[in-house]
């Protein structure tokens, strides 16, 4: 090895140069990158920032919780006296016949259906036809005690929803996936504000980036309403209550994408109105518009100018910026994800 460098040594060095040289003009030139592209990536890194929070708290939201619900009843395991003859008043009343008794008796003894078959001698789907009937019998009788002590509640989940402490948990989906929407949406005010930079206006990329930014937050609309539909109404949903949480997911993002834009005008860019008219009329200029085509269209911008210091007209453009995307987005969200019934495969 030592004779190898001793005789190529003018070869190790220069190519040791040359490597170093373009180690250094790689570093140089990504550099530039950053530094010319540098409103771009931090804006870029702030909605990944959101983005991220947002698909975090969408796994959290989405993750099933367990909750245990501690219910006093009167269960019977015990199997009856030998020779023990229920009263037929009372069975009768219940609407359980006595083959179907019979069946409740074998399977408190805990027998399978195949094994309380066999003891019938009947077929196994006469005892599956029993045990269905049983259920539903048991659970009527169940449904009235509940509504005789709860007046309203007609099933046993009802019951549990009714004296359940949680809050109503489509409004806390709605809630989380509008707020994780409205910030997402709102990262390049945000992203400016952050870094100092709340006045240097690009009107020529702008837009594509706000809307571009509405999209990824709007796609939290197919998220609300897809948890709202599986996990808290049983796997269907409407048409009309789909486009609902949509709605109220595109209220929420859009009041918050409002008054982040409030506090940008307000406090950093007052001056707003007066440069997007230059950036119109420098547009129309550059695309040699006629001069009577310039004239009409400052006397437009004048007016918007003197409509934009009113804040009730900054209010209703800027809702005007983000609500029909929202309002797109919700009608796709329901005709997507609408369920009326769940189909079982057997």
């Known amino acids: ?37 540098a409103f771009e990536l ?64 074998l399977m408190s003894e805990g027998l399978s259906n195949q094994e309380i078959a066999e003891r019938l001698f009947v077929s196994l789907n006469t005892i599956k036809t029993h ?13 009235k005690i509940t509504r005789k002590y709860e007046p309203g509640l007609n099933t046993e989940a009802e019951f549990y929803a009714h004296h359940s402490p949680k809050l109503k948990p489509m409004k806390k989906t709605v809630l989380i996936c509008g707020l994780i929407a409205g910030l997402i949406s709102t ?43 599986d996990k808290h109404n049983g796997g269907t949903i409407t048409f009309g209550k789909a486009f609902l949480v949509g709605l109220y997911i595109t209220l929420i993002a859009s009041t918050i994408y409002v008054l982040v834009w409030l506090i940008d005008y307000y406090c950093f860019i007052p001056d707003f109105a007066e440069k997007y008219n230059v950036h119109i ?25 003197k409509m934009y210091q ?11 910026e983000i609500l029909p995307v929202g309002l797109v987005i919700s009608l796709i969200s329901a005709l997507v994800f609408k369920r009326k019934s769940i189909v079982h495969s057997r």
């Open 131 to 143: 045990s269905s009937n049983l259920f539903e019998k048991l659970e009527a009788i169940k449904s």
């Open 1 to 37: 090895m030592r004779n190898f460098f001793s005789k190529n040594k003018l070869v190790v060095l220069y190519g040791s140069s040359l490597a170093g040289i373009l180690l250094l003009l790689k570093w140089l030139e990504y550099r530039f990158v950053i530094i010319d592209h």
């Open 310 to 320: 009113n804040p009730f007209f900054v209010i209703l453009f800027t809702y005007m």
């Open 42 to 105: 931090y804006i870029g890194a702030i909605a990944l920032l959101f983005t991220g929070l947002g698909i975090w708290v969408t796994l959290k939201l989405a993750k099933p919780k367990i909750q245990t619900v501690v219910v006093e009843k009167e269960v019977y395991l015990t199997q009856p006296a030998a020779g023990f003859i229920p009263d037929e008043n009372t069975l009768s009343k219940t609407g359980i016949s006595k083959r179907e008794w019979e069946v409740l008796v």
């Open 281 to 305: 009329l420098a547009q129309l200029k550059a695309s040699g518009a006629s001069q009577s085509e310039i004239a009409r269209q400052t006397v437009k911008m004048s007016e918007f100018s």
């Open 187 to 229: 990262s390049l005010y945000i992203g400016l504000i952050l870094l100092g930079k709340a006045g240097d206006i690009d009107f020529k990329n702008g837009m594509l980036y706000g809307y571009t930014l509405m999209l990824l937050g709007f796609a939290f609309i197919f998220v609300g309403t897809k948890i709202t539909r």
